[in-house]
């Protein structure tokens, strides 16, 4: 796609911004891609789920913006999502493959995750305020600030809130927002080009660094030791640091004591899964924003009772639900919510008959079969070499496998304490990290405590 027509569709987004709600533009609009610009036309493809609905309602949002950029006689078509469309980039955001001066502020943040937006709830009222405070005071209230949760909560909302209060309010401090995955692909592609001093300029002449999805830096040695370094130059500046996980700290099997010292020498806070009247004001607002006509708020409540644990899931079974609405003309009520997550979940109900959700027993008599050993010398106190690492193994399987506590598992293999159990877990992660045979051997274990063929 050439530059000025990956311009020029910046600048109609841009119109459509101004025109339309931010939620109504982040639900439905956000997913559009421009697949060409041929005079005044601008032909942009849309997914199905949104299509019907965005011709239906937006048509004339949608050309107004490209009268703003193009002139009177401009219009936009809108088509399927089968053309590969480019890359997108944000509004004012430099090309990607630029990069920006060390200490610039990148266009990493998302402007709509802000702390107005967030819905509070009892499950994320603590992790609200104690990101709040380190946004308000950087260095000064929690530092680092580890926010942990199961997908779908919020963290990655709190982690970009704090970032654009502190470039709103910081008085110029400067901030930079990444993924884990995104630091590591920059560490070896910095170790590779030779431009280790600039990598660390990057991310240690910052005020604030938030780190999202950090459990993914576990079992990567050489960047593990570089975030630890990177941790501790910041920490010596007073700089802020900001993490998100799907776990807490003290349950990272891989990784090294002194980095886990570090994550827990601030405030941990937990997010829960969103209680039914989270769900509820979630739903609300969403409904609110894009003024969708409700024929009742049943509909909602099916929903919301439905989808339980993830806020993405959430709005999106509300986009579904409402797409189905502009394709059948249906009433928007509490019946056809429950036919389109029936539909939804029959595919995931076919799935859950093929793999089943392992169990401790599961685990050891696989364990036992695989390596020849008897169940009462897998549970025994021996350490012997014979026993003792698949007992590392099976005590790592029952932790990424069954979401039993530490404690629990425990109590599974011979009533053994949570820290034997996380030392276990943290010896065979190492291995399966170094030994390829090792890592062979834990996933043909994988595969058989999910095969229910078994039973």
Same mark, same amino acid.
């Given at each position: 796609?050439?530059?000025?027509?990956?311009?020029?569709?910046?600048?109609?987004?841009?119109?459509?911004?101004?025109?339309?709600?931010?939620?109504?533009?982040?639900?439905?609009?956000?997913?559009?891609?421009?697949?060409?610009?041929?005079?005044?036309?601008?032909?942009?493809?849309?997914?199905?789920?949104?299509?019907?609905?965005?011709?239906?309602?937006?048509?004339?949002?949608?050309?107004?913006?490209?009268?703003?950029?193009?002139?009177?006689?401009?219009?936009?078509?809108?088509?399927?999502?089968?053309?590969?469309?480019?890359?997108?980039?944000?509004?004012?955001?430099?090309?990607?493959?630029?990069?920006?001066?060390?200490?610039?502020?990148?266009?990493?943040?998302?402007?709509?995750?802000?702390?107005?937006?967030?819905?509070?709830?009892?499950?994320?009222?603590?992790?609200?305020?104690?990101?709040?405070?380190?946004?308000?005071?950087?260095?000064?209230?929690?530092?680092?600030?580890?926010?942990?949760?199961?997908?779908?909560?919020?963290?990655?909302?709190?982690?970009?809130?704090?970032?654009?209060?502190?470039?709103?309010?910081?008085?110029?401090?400067?901030?930079?927002?990444?993924?884990?995955?995104?630091?590591?692909?920059?560490?070896?592609?910095?170790?590779?080009?030779?431009?280790?001093?600039?990598?660390?300029?990057?991310?240690?002449?910052?005020?604030?660094?938030?780190?999202?999805?950090?459990?993914?830096?576990?079992?990567?040695?050489?960047?593990?030791?570089?975030?630890?370094?990177?941790?501790?130059?910041?920490?010596?500046?007073?700089?802020?640091?900001?993490?998100?996980?799907?776990?807490?700290?003290?349950?990272?099997?891989?990784?090294?004591?002194?980095?886990?010292?570090?994550?827990?020498?601030?405030?941990?806070?937990?997010?829960?899964?969103?209680?039914?009247?989270?769900?509820?004001?979630?739903?609300?607002?969403?409904?609110?924003?894009?003024?969708?006509? %409700?024929? =009742?708020?049943? /509909?909602? !409540? +099916?929903?919301?009772? $439905?989808?339980?644990?993830?806020?993405? &899931?959430? @709005?999106?079974?509300?986009?579904?639900?409402?797409?189905?609405?502009?394709?059948?003309?249906?009433?928007?009520?509490?019946?056809?919510?429950?036919?389109?997550?029936?539909?939804?979940?029959?595919?995931?109900?076919?799935?859950?008959?093929?793999?089943?959700?392992?169990?401790?027993?599961?685990?050891?008599?696989?364990?036992?079969?695989?390596?020849?050993?008897?169940?009462?010398?897998? %549970?025994? =106190?021996?350490? /012997?070499? !014979? +026993?003792?690492?698949? $007992?590392?193994?099976?005590?790592?399987? &029952?932790? @990424?496998?069954?979401?039993?506590?530490?404690?629990?598992?425990?109590?599974?293999?011979?009533?053994?304490?949570?820290?034997?159990?996380?030392?276990?877990?943290?010896?065979?992660?190492?291995?399966?990290?170094?030994?390829?045979?090792?890592?062979?051997?834990?996933?043909?274990?994988?595969?058989?405590?999910?095969?229910?063929?078994?039973?």
């Amino acid at each position: 796609m050439p530059a000025d027509a990956a311009e020029t569709w910046n600048r109609i987004q841009s119109a459509l911004r101004r025109q339309v709600s931010d939620g109504t533009y982040e639900l439905w609009l956000s997913q559009l891609e421009l697949t060409g610009i041929s005079g005044n036309v601008v032909t942009v493809a849309a997914p199905d789920a949104v299509r019907s609905w965005v011709a239906d309602r937006f048509t004339d949002d949608l050309d107004a913006a490209a009268r703003a950029v193009l002139g009177a006689d401009a219009r936009v078509e809108l088509g399927g999502g089968d053309t590969p469309a480019p890359a997108r980039r944000g509004r004012g955001a430099a090309p990607v493959s630029a990069e920006p001066p060390p200490g610039s502020v990148r266009e990493e943040l998302n402007p709509k995750f802000t702390f107005e937006q967030f819905i509070l709830g009892d499950g994320n009222r603590f992790a609200h305020a104690a990101a709040l405070a380190v946004a308000e005071l950087p260095a000064q209230a929690y530092n680092p600030l580890f926010l942990y949760g199961p997908p779908g909560v919020g963290k990655t909302h709190l982690l970009h809130a704090i970032g654009n209060y502190v470039q709103l309010y910081g008085d110029g401090a400067t901030v930079r927002c990444t993924t884990a995955e995104a630091f590591t692909n920059a560490f070896l592609g910095a170790i590779h080009g030779g431009n280790v001093d600039h990598f660390k300029a990057r991310f240690r002449g910052v005020d604030v660094l938030l780190i999202d999805d950090v459990q993914f830096l576990e079992s990567k040695a050489r960047t593990e030791e570089e975030f630890f370094h990177t941790f501790n130059a910041l920490r010596d500046a007073g700089a802020q640091v900001v993490l998100t996980s799907d776990r807490m700290p003290r349950d990272f099997a891989a990784f090294e004591e002194r980095l886990l010292e570090r994550f827990e020498s601030g405030l941990v806070a937990d997010m829960a899964p969103p209680d039914f009247a989270t769900r509820m004001t979630v739903l609300r607002k969403r409904v609110q924003l894009d003024g969708v006509e %409700l024929q =009742d708020e049943a /509909a909602l !409540r +099916v929903i919301a009772e $439905r989808i339980t644990t993830n806020m993405r &899931a959430l @709005e999106g079974a509300l986009i579904r639900v409402v797409a189905y609405q502009s394709l059948t003309d249906k009433p928007l009520d509490a019946q056809l919510a429950e036919d389109v997550l029936d539909r939804l979940s029959a595919p995931a109900r076919r799935r859950a008959g093929q793999r089943t959700q392992p169990t401790v027993d599961r685990i050891v008599a696989a364990t036992c079969e695989l390596f020849g050993v008897t169940r009462e010398d897998l %549970l025994s =106190d021996s350490r /012997a070499a !014979r +026993v003792a690492w698949p $007992r590392q193994v099976a005590m790592y399987l &029952a932790r @990424e496998h069954t979401g039993q506590s530490l404690p629990a598992i425990g109590r599974s293999f011979g009533g053994r304490n949570h820290t034997t159990v996380l030392h276990a877990c943290k010896r065979a992660a190492q291995r399966v990290a170094a030994d390829p045979e090792a890592s062979e051997t834990v996933r043909t274990l994988a595969e058989r405590i999910h095969d229910d063929r078994r039973d």
